[in-house]
T-cell receptor
Framework: SQQGEEDPQALSIQEGENATMNCSYK?????LQWYRQNSGRGLVHLIL?????REKHSGRLRVTLDTSKKSSSLLITASRAADTASYFC???????FGAGTRLTVKP | DAGVIQSPRHEVTEMGQEVTLRCKPI?????LFWYRQTMMRGLELLIY????????DSGMPEDRFSAKMPNASFSTLKIQPSEPRDSAVYFC????????????FGPGTRLLVL
């Protein structure tokens, strides 16, 4: 299985702070995607980064990819209480997800 | 587009009963995925279809589980007979292409087997 492993498992920050989550994987990839899951809801696609890209931005989200280290990070800047959710990375070569990072943003 | 539609949203049944979960993917998507999510095991891929054909069912836990996709706009996941350990949230997702595009998830079916 090629599922990614997110780190940390849980993260708690204050509103306005930045949140950084990491994802590691084991084999080569075509692309890596990040998803968000609010409690009780389905996953929502956030951003896709291809293997030949090193960094990608979308609003307050910044994703980096280091294929030499087989890792990716998701940075959420100026976090809001509404960012409270679980975040997953996925290498959709394999259609599987890791355990996710549970982010709590305190108002 | 209405997104991926799942029904029912909640299901409570007794052990031994048959349970059928339904999914309507986004029109035009040629991949459909079934996942199960529990606190203990996280999000597990059960099976996925491409153009209505099952491609990988290695995640189906046992013979009590079966999935069908009779046409491009409908899929079912059946559990017969159901057991309490099947209690979970079951998600259906669809995608327009393997590995290169996003998966779009439905709202899930929360199943409780008593």
């Amino acid at each position: 299985s090629q599922q990614g492993e997110e780190d940390p498992q849980a993260l708690s920050i204050q509103e306005g702070e930045n949140a950084t989550m990491n994802c590691s994987y084991k084999t080569s990839i075509n692309n890596l995607q990040w998803y968000r899951q609010n409690s009780g809801r389905g996953l929502v696609h956030l951003i896709l980064i291809r293997s030949n890209e090193r960094e990608k931005h979308s609003g307050r989200l910044r994703v980096t990819l280091d294929t030499s280290k087989k890792s990716s990070s998701l940075l959420i800047t100026a976090s809001r209480a509404a960012d409270t959710a679980s975040y997953f990375c996925a290498m959709l070569n394999d259609m599987r997800f890791g355990a996710g990072t549970r982010l709590t943003v305190k108002p | 587009d209405a997104g991926v539609i799942q029904s029912p949203r909640h299901e409570v049944t007794e052990m031994g009963q048959e349970v059928t979960l339904r999914c309507k993917p986004i029109s035009g998507h040629d991949y459909l995925f079934w996942y199960r999510q529990t606190m203990m095991r996280g999000l597990e891929l059960l099976i996925y279809f491409n153009n209505n054909v099952p491609i990988d069912d290695s995640g189906m836990p046992e013979d009590r589980f079966s999935a069908k996709m009779p046409n491009a706009s409908f899929s079912t996941l059946k559990i017969q007979p159901s057991e309490p350990r099947d209690s979970a949230v079951y998600f259906c997702a669809s995608s327009g292409g393997q590995g290169l595009t996003a998966q779009y998830f439905g709202p899930g079916t929360r199943l409780l087997v008593l």
